[in-house]
């Protein structure tokens, strides 16, 4: 059979312009009518046309570029600037511009509050086209390597183990320099302090700059190249990372807030995740929901003051436990006398009260009650009989328990919303690892992110042409 063969020399008409290299249909017009969308006044970008000087390059196009390039992996200043050689989305995105990556790596550095807030409206033009309902949200988190490695982190013992050896290090290379500036103290030359000296007092301020944020907050460990990451366990094994929240809407799967917290685990996170998704789509949600890491009933109890109804399994229920015949759910507790009645008739009367925790302790009033029990070794084998902790608000935790029974089938649906966003940035977007150091680096890069993730689906859920209509009216409005 014949083959076909490419010729580099034949000479061809190209089209006359770069827009005719982009067909209608190439995702990279939803990214540019989404930033032209976008209020830059209000993300603190000073669009200022009559700027005396050297000109610059338009912090929109800037803007369109990094979002651009996030949402297809390519996040490296190198990468992108390269891209804006060779790729003829990049080169119509940018209009023939060819930033250098020392450009974009500055833009980017110095726009870190303003990337944080491409998100929020994001999500209120997604809104605006009745994508984001705000009825019911789920909440989860993942766990995103900090561009800085965990061999950095040092506790307080190994922070004052190195400035002890930086110090006798620093003597050291200052007597050196004393003998060199004697020994040619004829030949009138001047040695300056070496470069190995001012590596060592600089790391030295570092170390004790960390050592100072151990002893005034109640962070152990400190990271000395990203002072703001922490120590954080993942399926990966432990590294420096940050704990990337995501709160999505049910409606069509798009993520209503995002951002990249500190705290390791999620336990402490939902109430505050949910507030602030409310604050940006603009409404109160009906319904929160997360899995078993966010059952804190405090936390739960405050949403539920707001009228929001919480489905957040217990640890026992996220781990499929059976309720054994001498549970705790076996007891009957009487608030009358302030006992517990066990499956035998017998009480367990109050003993004592943890007033930091608030946790009751009931306890057997005679021990040879439990030992002479039929059951003495199956419900207990402790010599001084059964006992019972009381959470303060034990109440509030056997309601919300009820609460997830009764909707189970919203629970299952967590996962395919949830956690299809995580998917789809950590797998198809290539991310791994953030970047920018700092959590305000971190919650810029996870707020563009989020920014890729809703615009493939806006182009999932629209197609190509009805989504730029809608985009570009949005546009025209705001003018």
């Given at each position: ?67 651009y390039g996030y949402s297809y992996g390519v996040k ?248 054994g015949p001498f549970s705790k759910s076996r007891f ?63 109440e509030a935790k056997q309601r919300f328990e009820r ?77």
């Amino acid at each position: 059979m014949a083959y076909r063969y490419g010729n580099r020399e034949q000479v061809e008409l190209l089209p006359p312009s770069i827009e005719d290299y982009i067909d209608e249909a190439n995702p990279v017009r939803a990214y540019n009518a989404l930033i032209e969308a976008l209020d830059f006044q209000a993300l603190g970008i000073d669009l200022n046309f009559c700027r005396v000087g050297n000109p610059q390059y338009d912090p929109r196009s800037m803007l369109k570029l990094l979002v651009y390039g996030y949402s297809y992996g390519v996040k490296s200043s190198r990468k992108i600037e390269r891209e804006c050689h060779h790729n003829m989305a990049f080169i119509w995105l940018m209009g023939g511009l060819k930033p250098d990556h020392k450009t974009i790596a500055e833009f980017r550095r110095k726009n870190k509050k303003a990337l944080k807030l491409v998100l929020k409206q994001c999500v209120r033009i997604c809104v605006d086209l009745n994508l984001i309902g705000g009825n019911v949200l789920f909440v989860d988190g993942t766990k995103i390597r900090a561009n800085a490695g965990r061999h950095r982190t040092y506790d307080r013992k190994q922070c004052r183990k190195e400035l002890a050896k930086i110090d006798d290090r620093i003597v050291q290379l200052l007597e050196e320099c004393e003998a060199a500036d004697q020994a040619e103290a004829g030949q009138g030359s001047y040695v300056v302090m070496s470069e190995e000296l001012s590596k060592a007092e600089n790391l030295r301020e570092r170390i004790q700059a960390a050592l100072n944020r151990i002893e005034t907050t109640d962070q152990e460990r400190v990271n000395l190249t990203d002072p703001d990451c922490r120590l954080m366990k993942s399926v990966q094994g432990s590294h420096a990372s940050y704990n990337v929240q995501g709160v999505v809407d049910d409606q069509n799967g798009l993520i209503a807030h995002a951002d990249a917290v500190t705290d390791p685990t999620d336990i402490g996170q939902l109430a505050e995740q949910i507030d602030r998704a409310n604050e940006q789509i603009g409404k109160k949600c009906k319904t929160a929901c997360a899995d078993a890491g966010y059952s804190d009933s405090q936390k739960i109890e405050k949403l539920e003051t707001q009228g929001i109804e919480v489905v957040v399994p217990s640890q026992r229920q996220a781990l499929h436990k059976e309720e054994g015949p001498f549970s705790k759910s076996r007891f009957r507790y009487d608030a009358e006398r302030n006992c517990y009645i066990c499956p035998e008739g017998h009480a367990l009367n109050h003993q004592w009260t943890d007033k930091q925790s608030g946790k009751v302790h009931y306890r057997m009033a005679d021990r040879t009650t439990c030992q002479q029990c039929p059951h003495y070794g199956k419900c207990t084998s402790a010599k001084r009989g059964r006992k019972i902790v009381r959470l303060p608000n034990e109440e509030a935790k056997q309601r919300f328990e009820r609460i997830y029974e009764q909707n189970l089938e919203l629970y299952a649906r967590r996962k395919t919303r949830a956690e299809h966003p995580f998917g789809h940035i950590k797998r198809n977007l290539h991310t791994d690892s953030f970047l920018l150091r700092g959590r305000d680096g971190a919650q810029a890069e996870t707020s563009i992110l989020a920014t890729c993730f809703n615009v493939a689906r806006m182009i999932t859920i629209f197609g190509m042409g009805t989504l730029l209509a809608r985009l570009s009216a949005l546009g025209n409005m705001s003018c």
